[in-house]
């Protein structure tokens, strides 16, 4: 069975500090993956999505990035953080080949003051 | 940009009554995806269709992507379907998923 684990959990940080999230998927090959955002009240968007290792497409400029080191790995960073990136950051992967359902992990909430 | 326009916000259902969400397209969707928010925020996957209906249980869902909407069918609601439903579609010719503004039901005994 596929399972997949974000980390931290929870994180609060002071802006202009660094930030990454993690993301990994286990029983799954060269799964496609996914980063999400919503800030408090708002909509879930989409931030990333990348279909193989080293391959990450941005889909909603928030001053982050994103990166596939692993076929099994999604790390979300910046090197400043805004007071606007607050909110919920999800990871979700989906199978390879396609647009395919997406499966979502337990997400991390993350406060910048 | 694409929207999905979710409806109502929120709803009360008394246990045993049923009711229908609602998902509106401002352009063609190549699939969607009903969700379920769990205690801790995450999603629950309900359904995933790319046409027709699907049901499971309680829940039923239906997609046509030609009129642009999804709907979700709630029959015989219990007290422990209270909480926060989106619906998610998948932009043709794009990788991106876009969700609803989510409704919170609550049902009431």
């Known amino acids: 069975a596929q399972t997949i684990h974000q980390w931290p959990v929870a994180e609060i940080k002071a802006v202009g500090s660094p930030l990454s999230l993690g993301c990994t998927i286990k029983?799954?090959?060269?799964?496609?993956l996914y980063w999400y955002w919503q800030a408090t009240g708002g909509t879930l968007q989409q931030l990333f999505y990348?279909?193989?290792?080293?391959?990450v497409e941005s889909v909603v400029q928030l001053n982050l990035s994103a990166s596939r080191p692993k076929d099994d790995q999604f790390i979300l960073s910046t090197e400043k953080l805004l007071l606007s990136h607050s909110g919920f950051y999800l990871c979700?992967?989906?199978?390879?080949?396609?647009?395919?359902?997406?499966?979502f992990g337990p997400g991390t909430r993350l406060t910048v003051l | 940009g694409d929207q999905v326009e979710q409806s109502p916000s929120a709803l009360s259902l008394h246990e045993g009554t049923g009711s229908a969400l609602r998902c509106n397209f401002t352009?063609?969707?190549?699939?969607v995806q009903w969700f379920r928010k769990n205690s801790r925020g995450s999603l629950i996957n309900l359904f995933y269709?790319?046409?027709g209906t699907k049901e499971n249980g309680r829940l039923k869902s239906a997609f046509d992507s030609k009129e642009r909407y999804s709907t979700l069918h709630i029959r015989d609601a219990q007290l422990e379907d209270s909480g926060t439903y989106f619906c998610?579609?998948?932009?043709?010719?794009?990788?991106?998923?876009?969700f609803g503004s989510g409704t919170q039901l609550t049902v009431m005994p």
């Open positions: 979700a992967w989906s199978l390879p080949g396609g647009l395919y359902e997406q499966y």
């Open positions: 029983g799954k090959s060269s799964p496609n």
């Open positions: 990348s279909i193989t290792v080293g391959q």
């Open positions: 352009t063609t969707m190549r699939a």
């Open positions: 269709l790319a046409s």
């Open positions: 998610a579609a998948e932009s043709s010719g794009s990788w991106q998923l876009i």
